[in-house]
């Protein structure tokens, strides 16, 4: 397999290949910063070119998920469609990569093959670590109104030697229904295939939910697309991860949810039917 560093045209990344493949996928980690190779691994294993794409923490780009321009991403996709052979380009994102990634579906739909996005956001989020914050710009602009969220006092003072229990602030953020679905993305405009995971014990945020509004809208809409749900009832946000973890680039500890038998039955799943489904769709 080949490992190939992308740096270029203020692009960072790796491109993963093995043989010829003539579909690619971008995958996009969440706000950690982290970015995993393995599932680019896992991609280029089974005939795709793989491309995992930094867009934050790593100079030269953003230190923070604040102010990120999607121009990036709309030269990462033109970059992906120079490499020999490919002829179609799928997103696989994961929290605020599957936020992104659906984003990025409804602004360049014409663009984008499939989608896969796990523990999603029905909305679209600002910087969570500070109040305010814009994460996605367009032509200088925020991509969309940010959705109502604060970590309230009680939860961060109760937290304090401990791991938060993030969920509860973002349930109580909802209650503002009319700036929620001011931030809602539009999925209606999606012209790809979509595969939505999601985990009923997510404690980092509500997935599930999330992931049901999804449907909830594109069923609404009318939307034409094949699109899939699959829920794990007693899985956590990040199963790969485990029940708990420290925040990259908060420096806290978060409560991801789930248990250690399910979570590390999902941590599998997902990504072998994430890839069933880009083989399908792909091919």
Not at 9 to 17: A, E, H, P, Q, S
Not at 238 to 259: C, D, T
Request: aromatic residues 10%; glycine residues 8%.
């Amino acid at each position: 397999m080949e490992r190939i560093p992308l740096r270029e045209n203020g692009l960072v990344g790796t491109f993963f290949r093995q043989g010829r493949p003539k579909a690619a996928v971008i995958y996009l980690g969440g706000s950690s910063g982290v970015l995993s190779d393995q599932p680019a691994c896992a991609l280029a294993s089974c005939g795709f070119l793989s491309l995992a794409l930094a867009y934050f923490a790593t100079d030269p780009l953003p230190p923070r998920l604040e102010s990120v321009p999607l121009e990036y991403f709309e030269r990462a996709i033109q970059r992906v469609k120079e490499e020999s052979g490919i002829e179609k380009i799928a997103l696989w994102g994961g929290s605020r990569g599957a936020e992104l990634a659906l984003i990025l579906g409804t602004l360049f739909p014409n663009q984008i093959d499939a989608i896969a996005a796990h523990v999603p956001s029905s909305v679209v989020f600002g910087t969570l670590d500070r109040e305010g914050g814009v994460a996605w710009t367009y032509r200088n602009q925020p991509i969309l109104p940010s959705a109502p969220f604060k970590y309230t006092q009680k939860t961060m003072g109760e937290c304090r030697d401990s791991a938060i229990l993030a969920t509860p602030c973002f349930l109580k953020a909802m209650q503002d229904r009319e700036a929620f679905e001011r931030a809602s993305i539009p999925v209606e405009k999606l012209r790809s295939p979509l595969l939505l995971i999601s985990a009923g014990d997510d404690q980092m945020w509500p997935s599930k939910l999330f992931a049901d509004q999804i449907v909830e809208r594109l069923r609404k809409y009318g939307s034409s697309i094949p699109f899939f749900h699959l829920s794990y009832e007693h899985v956590g946000h990040a199963p790969s991860k485990g029940e708990i973890g420290l925040h990259a680039i908060m420096n806290r500890w978060f409560v991801f949810g789930g248990s250690p038998k399910e979570n590390a039955k999902a941590s599998v799943e997902w990504v072998e039917k994430t890839i069933r489904f880009f083989q399908d769709y792909l091919s």
